[in-house]
């Protein structure tokens, strides 16, 4: 299997890939039309990013199955366009979570304490001690989580440690979870605003989230609230949060911006992080040694699977509901022609088959085919399925 590795990737990986039998091409500086163009030329089947952006110019430049994100998060790839082109899009979920939480922890100390000012200052020859000896302290100040998958399950242990109470939303949070967690489960993202002296988000980038937190939220943060954002920027309003820390002295720590540089180094000055009481690193919380380690080992377990089975872990593109109307239980002897032929008397009754499954029974004589398709099943279908000698049984099952 030919894969290309369009972006940095430890070389433990690389050496990896190659011992499974992968061809393997590593040009981590490949963007925009030169990648379109190496894909072309290299026709790889699979295709691993980081950073790099996988628009669908990409998608459409060579025989690509398989893209693998090396890293949770996948708004960088065009998933739409790879769905329609019958590309699996995969990712690495939860093997930076101690690493990006480690960062906010980072964030959340070092506005507290000023960090950053005083080396800028000390750098200056600036002796300011009166000045940066005003901390509030964590101990006992309420850490707000919005979003509590791998990263934010992470954040609670570590608030717990520096005895700070967390409160919590999350759609997926249950009370009961809450409770296993030792933590308070919140209704909104404004409860959980009006609730925190700390806001930490750990949410992924999709519909349903880009731009959730906007004026309103931040207008229902305290005075002199700590904002961290190691998520991605376009879950923000950007603007409303300068607007909340001019007005209201918000502190905001920020690993994320929205309209990133697409490469490791660049031009990117965004207007936020001037402000006073703004501290902005590279997005860099997935960036420890130990992290890209977990990644690349994740990476390369994807790709091992795919090539081995053809299944793909960790798949965020294939339909978690499809339109089928029922389904097809079909029992028969483990014989050449039967699917076949159960399939033929599906299409001409102008159904669409949209799942199906075959199963063999120990001892290899028989089997069962669960088709789910979307139309009317009549019973002349029945009949025509049921005809064949090796058919055994056929039930028809409503959805």
């Known amino acids: 299997m030919r894969v290309l590795v369009a972006d940095s990737f430890e070389s433990s990986g690389l050496d990896a890939l190659r011992a499974s039998g992968c061809e393997v091409v590593h040009e981590p500086a490949l963007k925009d039309e030169a990648l379109v163009a190496r894909v072309a030329e290299a026709a790889p089947e699979v295709l691993i990013v980081r950073s790099t952006k996988v628009p669908e110019a990409v998608l459409a430049a060579g025989p690509l199955k398989l893209v693998v994100r090396a890293g949770a998060g996948y708004n960088t790839i065009d998933v739409a366009a790879a769905s329609r082109r019958g590309i699996y899009v995969s990712n690495c979920p939860g093997k930076n979570s101690v690493a990006v939480a480690e960062l ?5 100390s070092s506005l507290d304490r000023r960090i950053a000012d005083n080396v800028a200052d000390l750098r200056a020859g600036v002796w300011n001690k009166s000045e940066y000896g005003k901390a509030k302290g964590l101990y006992g ?3 707000g989580l919005i979003g509590l998958g791998g990263i934010g399950s992470a954040m609670v242990s570590r608030a717990q440690a520096f005895g700070m109470p967390v409160v919590a939303w999350s759609r997926s949070l249950t009370d009961e979870r809450a409770a296993e967690l030792g933590i308070t489960r919140l209704d909104s993202v404004l409860d959980v605003a009006r609730a925190a002296d700390v806001v930490s988000v750990h949410l992924a980038l999709n519909a349903e989230t880009r731009g959730l937190l906007g004026a309103d939220f931040f207008a229902a943060l305290p005075e002199g609230a700590f904002f961290i954002n190691t998520s991605r920027g376009e879950v923000i ?6 607007e909340a820390v ?22 990117f000055h965004p207007a936020i992080v001037d402000l006073p009481g703004v501290y902005g690193t590279h997005h860099i919380g997935a960036s420890t040694d130990q992290a890209q380690r977990a990644i690349a080992d994740e990476a390369v377990r994807i790709v091992r699977v795919f090539a081995e089975t053809g299944t793909v872990p960790n798949v965020v593109n294939l339909a978690r509901a499809t339109p089928a109307t029922s389904t097809l239980v079909i029992r028969h002897l483990d014989r050449p022609g039967v699917l076949a032929a159960a399939l033929d008397a599906i299409s001409t009754a102008g159904l669409n088959v ?9 001892g290899g004589e028989a089997a069962v085919a ?12 029945l009949a025509a399925i049921g005809a064949h000698p090796s058919v055994l049984d056929v039930q028809l099952i409503e959805l």
């Not at 949209?354 to 120990?362: I, L």
Request: no cysteine; proline share 2%.
């Open 354 to 362: 949209q799942e199906m499954e075959n199963v063999v029974f120990e």
């Open 104 to 108: 906010a922890f980072a964030l959340i």
């Open 246 to 267: 001019r007005a209201k002295g918000i502190r905001a720590g920020l690993d994320v911006f929205a309209n990133e540089p697409g490469s490791g180094s660049g031009e």
């Open 141 to 143: 100040r309420t850490l």
């Open 370 to 381: 669960r088709i789910d398709v979307e139309g009317t099943v009549v019973a002349d279908t």
């Open 237 to 242: 309003d950007e603007a409303a949060l300068a």
